[in-house]
């Protein structure tokens, strides 16, 4: 979708504004990134694989009574999906 010109001329003007009476808040939105759908495809991806690994794990560790194991499992099976998320949330801050 493309802007008119007014828009776009209206949008430089509210960077402009924006960048000289906050320039904390420019340099954030400077670096900003936006998740592209291959990154977030990958993310996905790797935390599904990851819970799914940590059940087996968990389960095996339950099959073999190894409370070990099963911990082992359940904080992969928690733990990496936490940590994308948090991944996520830290980058859009």
Known sequence: MTLRDDELRS????????TATDP???RRLAEL?????????????????MHASG?????AGARI???VTAAIGAALAI????????????RRR
């Open 11 to 18: 949008l430089a003007e509210i960077e402009r504004s924006l």
């Open 24 to 26: 904390d808040l420019a």
């Open 33 to 49: 990134r936006p998740l592209t759908p291959g990154s977030a495809a990958a993310l996905i991806a790797g935390s599904l694989a």
């Open 55 to 59: 059940i087996v794990i968990a389960l």
């Open 65 to 67: 009574d190894s409370p």
């Open 79 to 90: 733990g990496f999906p936490a940590l994308a998320v948090w991944h996520l949330w830290w």
